[in-house]
T-cell receptor, first 111, second 114 residues
Framework: EDKVVQSPLSLVVHEGDTVTLNCSYE??????LLWYKQEKKAPTFLFML????IEKKSGRLSSILDKKELSSILNITATQTGDSAIYLC???????????FGRGTSLIVHP | EAGVAQSPRYKIIEKRQSVAFWCNPI?????LYWYQQILGQGPKLLIQ????????DSQLPKDRFSAERLKGVDSTLKIQPAKLEDSAVYLC????????????FGPGTRLTVL
């Protein structure tokens, strides 16, 4: 059975802090790993990672995949209150991309 | 570009009743997913369609859940009869045929079973 584990489950920080969220997986026929941000609504796409060691960046957010360690990290620098959300990691397998999501990391950023 | 549409947004029913959810994906998106997200957990895939064919429904409780996408566009998910543990947000997502990894999610339907 495919497995995606995220840690920590929750995190409380102050504005300006840097956070690192972790995602580890056990998936047959790995295809890609995706990060999503979920506020009080549907998840929105952040990054898709398919190759090890290549960092993806978008503003203060960055992510990298380590296929040897079967894991990925999502970094957020200089956090803002608007970063408060649940961050979901999903891993896709197979030719038709069948996704498995982790439980998510709940991030709360205090002013 | 219009997003993924879902209705209703909220539904409250008694256990053993039936309920149906509707999803209209982004125009041109061949792949459609239904997820169940229980509070505090990540989305769990229920069923995946490619056009009007089922790709994966291994986690769909087929004794009470059914889904269809007859014309390969919009889709309905039905629960009959509902149980208390079905209380969750039901999310629909779609992907473009060539960008199958990036899913676009609808706003979800929050179901409460009393």
């Amino acid at each position: 059975e495919d497995k995606v584990v995220q840690s920590p489950l929750s995190l409380v920080v102050h504005e300006g802090d840097t956070v690192t969220l972790n995602c580890s997986y056990e998936v047959t026929n790995f295809r890609s790993l995706l990060w999503y941000k979920q506020e009080k609504k549907a998840p929105t796409f952040l990054f898709m990672l398919t190759s090890s060691g290549i960092e993806k960046k978008s503003g203060r957010l960055s992510s990298i995949l380590d296929k040897k360690e079967l894991s990925s990290i999502l970094n957020i620098t200089a956090t803002q209150t608007g970063d408060s959300a649940i961050y979901l990691c999903a891993v896709g397998r197979g030719g038709s991309y069948i996704p498995t999501f982790g439980r998510g990391t709940s991030l709360i950023v205090h002013p | 570009e219009a997003g993924v549409a879902q209705s209703p947004r909220y539904k409250i029913i008694e256990k053993r009743q039936s309920v149906a959810f509707w999803c209209n994906p982004i125009s041109g998106h061949a792949t459609l997913y239904w997820y169940q997200q229980i509070l505090g957990q990540g989305p769990k895939l229920l069923i995946q369609f490619q056009n009007n064919g089922v790709v994966d429904d291994s986690q769909l409780p087929k004794d009470r859940f059914s889904a269809e996408r007859l014309k390969g566009v919009d889709s309905t998910l039905k629960i009959q009869p509902a149980k208390l543990e079905d209380s969750a947000v039901y999310l629909c997502a779609s992907t473009h045929r060539d960008l199958y990894n990036e899913q676009f999610f609808g706003p979800g339907t929050r179901l409460t079973v009393l």
